[in-house]
């Protein structure tokens, strides 16, 4: 008995020491780490032990970026380098490499039109022992400021800036870890979900599996579409101007009214806006009804904004916005203002900054489209480069998307589908789509949208497995060559995770459709992908 305590007692403060010895070791091995000296011209301008439980704060970050600070709940050795791009442009680069490190590499990319890294991405994937790195895309900020007459920042922007943090941090990761990584990842949403699409079109060796969620392809015509919002709504100042309230209440119901049901269960999800032929006219004011009504102006608007946007050749510039997403859309798309995005897109790459998005017209979407700077387009018609290069991609988009209408997505895959002379069974080889029914964009809405899709919420309180992950679900793919058929959403109670879970749903692949089968809705097993 006291040989066994004797023991104990050696054993532990051995182990304690063991262990802090290790944690000494790594902070160290970062604390001397020169990542300058391997990285073309860079310079430092970050390195930093950080401890697990560390509030990152970030002082010098654009303002307009909103991430002011970053909890860090790893241990991880935290690198920041200004590298250039060119002689006139330069990105700000950032690698978080864990202490518990998986061997996996994983690069984040960004939103909007911005300059801005996402921090709780890093986050994120390092929690999840990925050593991960993002930048700041070229520029700071929400605008498209420093991109006037400088065409290598709109360069970095389109897929430049991706491709360089991809290739610095592979080689900064296998140098400061002794040994070269396994599998390379990356994720990202909207814009992030173009760079991911972008990045298996030009660099094919890049990344053995991508994300693209909610993917901002076709980037010339999408600004366009979002443009043309403006046009349609007039200030809201107008008499006929449709407020953010009779967006919500009054027409959000009747599109419920006509279109929630189609799936065999009012739950304010419609599961499949294609099938939603919505009908303004059921609201027009007539002689009985002069309140809780449409104009027939209004009609006419609301019918315009559910519509195909073509442009002056008659061809299709963008799909049109999916039912369902109006409470959002109305915002920011329908607020009774050039919509920001598409307006600093105009000034500050394809005009200049004298440009009057009021005026907004067909012939500014051709113009905009022809001049495809850095070929941002982002619309192939094969991917089969990847493929063959062993890559698999999964996509994911909500099917009430507030600021990319999920139909332009269904239109990639079928376009990807003719261009490449591929089943849905060959494409499933490499690239499976996932449709969200009730996800707005990127994340939030009244359907399951929790499925790691990125940091924060989009991750908080589901396993890391590939049923409840979809990023889980992408390194099993790729590192196991098992494929996932459906992604499981969760739905916690009033979006808060301490609150429970309230329900989970099947995200089916496209062009599977999540179909009710009887039972409790908020029961999986009352749902197949059919
Ligand atoms: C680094 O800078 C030097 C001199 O400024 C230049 O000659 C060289 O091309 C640069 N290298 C890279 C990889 O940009
Ligand atoms: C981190 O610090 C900032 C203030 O610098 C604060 O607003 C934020 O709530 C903190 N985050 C956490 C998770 O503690
Ligand atoms: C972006 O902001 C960082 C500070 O967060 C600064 O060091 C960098 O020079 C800025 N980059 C550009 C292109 O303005
Ligand atoms: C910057 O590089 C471009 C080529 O990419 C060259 O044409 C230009 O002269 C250079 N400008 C300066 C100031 O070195
Ligand atoms: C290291 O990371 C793996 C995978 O994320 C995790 O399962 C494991 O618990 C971690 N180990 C430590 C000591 O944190
Ligand atoms: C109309 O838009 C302006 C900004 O463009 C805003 O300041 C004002 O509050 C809006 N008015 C209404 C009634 O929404
Ligand atoms: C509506 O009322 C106007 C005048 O009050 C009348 O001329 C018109 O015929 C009415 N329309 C219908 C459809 O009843
Ligand atoms: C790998 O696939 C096999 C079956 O194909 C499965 O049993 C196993 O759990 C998978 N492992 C991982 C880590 O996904
Ligand atoms: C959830 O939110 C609703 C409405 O905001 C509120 O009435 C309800 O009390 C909340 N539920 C819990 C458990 O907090
Ligand atoms: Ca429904």
Same mark, same amino acid.
């Given at each position: 008995m006291s040989r066994r305590l004797s023991l104990g007692a050696i054993l532990i403060p051995c182990l304690f020491f063991t262990t802090t010895f290790a944690a000494y070791t790594f902070q160290r091995r970062c604390l001397s780490f020169?990542?300058?000296?391997?990285?073309?011209?860079?310079?430092?301008?970050?390195?930093?032990?950080?401890?697990?439980?560390?509030?990152?704060?970030?002082?010098?970050?654009?303002?307009?970026?909103?991430?002011?600070?970053?909890?860090?709940?790893?241990?991880?050795?935290?690198?920041?380098?200004?590298?250039?791009?060119s002689n006139r442009s330069s990105i700000s680069f950032e690698l978080w490499l864990p202490e518990?490190?998986?061997?996996?590499?994983?690069?984040?990319?960004?939103?909007?039109?911005?300059?801005?890294?996402?921090?709780?991405?890093?986050?994120?994937?390092?929690?999840?022992?990925?050593?991960?790195?993002?930048?700041?895309?070229?520029?700071?900020?929400?605008?498209?400021?420093?991109?006037?007459?400088?065409?290598?920042?709109?360069?970095?922007?389109?897929?430049?800036?991706?491709?360089?943090?991809?290739?610095?941090?592979?080689k900064l990761v296998n140098i400061f870890y002794g040994k070269a990584y396994d599998k390379a990842y990356y994720l990202g949403c909207s814009l992030g979900g173009r760079q991911g699409i972008k990045a298996s079109e030009?660099?094919?060796?890049?990344?053995?599996?991508?994300?693209?969620? !909610?993917?901002? +392809?076709?980037?010339?015509?999408?600004? =366009?579409?979002?443009? $043309?919002?403006?046009?349609?709504?007039?200030? *809201?100042?107008?008499?006929?101007?449709?407020?953010?309230?009779?967006?919500?209440?009054?027409i959000h119901d009747e599109i419920l009214d006509q279109c929630d049901g189609l799936d065999g269960v009012m739950d304010g999800v419609i599961e499949d806006p294609n099938l939603c032929d919505f009908r303004p006219e059921a609201l027009l004011c007539d002689n009985d009804t002069v309140t809780n009504c449409?104009?027939?102006?209004?009609?006419?608007?609301?019918?315009?904004?559910?519509?195909?946007?073509?442009?002056?050749?008659?061809?299709?510039?963008?799909?049109?916005?999916?039912?369902?997403?109006?409470?959002?859309? !109305?915002?920011? +798309?329908?607020?009774?203002?050039?919509? =920001?995005?598409?307006? $600093?897109?105009?000034?500050?790459?394809?005009? *200049?900054?004298?440009?009057?998005?009021?005026?907004?017209?067909?012939h500014d979407a051709a113009v905009a489209e022809a001049l495809n700077p850095s070929n941002i387009r982002t619309w192939p018609s094969t991917l089969s480069n990847y493929q063959y290069a062993g890559g698999k991609i999964l996509i994911y988009h909500g099917l009430q998307d507030n600021q990319i209408t999920s139909f332009d997505t269904e239109r990639f895959y079928d376009y990807l589908s003719r261009g490449m002379q591929a089943t849905s069974d060959d494409l499933d080889q490499f690239l499976r789509f996932f449709r969200v029914p009730g996800m707005f964009h990127c994340n939030s809405g009244p359907g399951a949208?929790?499925?790691g899709q990125g940091g924060a919420a989009s991750a908080a309180g589901v396993p890391f497995t590939a049923k409840y992950n979809v990023l889980a679900a992408l390194v099993q793919w790729v590192e196991n060559g098992t494929a996932v058929e459906e992604i499981i959403g969760t739905k916690f109670l009033n979006d808060s995770v301490k609150l429970g879970v309230a329900f989970e749903h099947r995200h089916c692949k496209y062009p599977l459709r999540s179909t009710y089968v009887g039972g409790n809705h908020e029961l999986l097993s009352s749902w197949e992908c059919l």
């Open positions: 020169t990542p300058e000296s391997y990285s073309y011209n860079s310079s430092r301008t970050v390195l930093e032990y950080v401890a697990a439980g560390t509030n990152l704060s970030f002082p010098d970050n654009d303002p307009t970026c909103a991430r002011p600070s970053q909890l860090v709940t790893v241990d991880l050795c935290r690198v920041g380098l200004s590298i250039p791009t518990n490190w998986s061997g996996r590499f994983l690069s984040t990319g960004n939103g909007g039109i911005d300059g801005c890294i996402k921090y709780e991405d890093l986050a994120y994937t390092t929690a999840n022992s990925f050593a991960a790195v993002g930048s700041n895309n070229g520029h700071n900020g929400t605008t498209a400021i420093t991109m006037y007459q400088n065409s290598d920042v709109v360069t970095d922007f389109a897929w430049r800036s991706l491709h360089t943090i991809t290739v610095v941090g592979k030009m660099f094919p060796a890049d990344f053995d599996g991508i994300v693209a969620g !909610s993917p901002a +392809l076709d980037f010339n015509n999408l600004q =366009s579409w979002r443009a $043309s919002f403006y046009p349609i709504t007039g200030p *809201n100042t107008s008499t006929n101007f449709i407020s953010e309230s009779v967006w919500s209440n009054l449409l104009s027939s102006t209004q009609v006419e608007m609301v019918r315009k904004i559910f519509s195909p946007f073509y442009g002056l050749d008659g061809n299709l510039i963008y799909p049109a916005m999916q039912p369902g997403s109006e409470i959002m859309a !109305s915002e920011n +798309l329908y607020a009774g203002a050039p919509f =920001s995005y598409s307006k $600093s897109w105009f000034r500050y790459v394809v005009y *200049n900054p004298t440009y009057n998005a009021d005026n907004f017209d067909l949208w929790v499925f």
